[in-house]
């Protein structure tokens, strides 16, 4: 899977208490996968990334379960 600029939906602070000064930021790409019938479909994949330092860390990562708003589409 790759994410591009297009994928992107928007940042937002860290709800964490802990890390509330961190900024996530959410891609909603598109991937060909295969279901559990062996049929291939099209899947949004909600992404959240933190970005620390060097470091990208995921801190979500499934199938999109509600509307998003793409900033560059």
Do not use: W
């Amino acid at each position: 899977m790759q994410i591009k600029t297009e994928d992107f939906c928007h940042s937002l602070k860290n709800t964490n208490p802990k890390y509330s000064y961190e900024i996530l930021y959410v891609f909603v790409p598109q991937a060909q996968l295969f279901n559990s019938d062996g049929e291939e479909e099209t899947v949004d994949i909600y992404t959240k990334f933190n970005i620390i330092d060097t470091r990208t860390i995921v801190i979500s990562f499934h199938k999109r379960n509600k509307p998003v708003d793409y900033l560059f589409r």
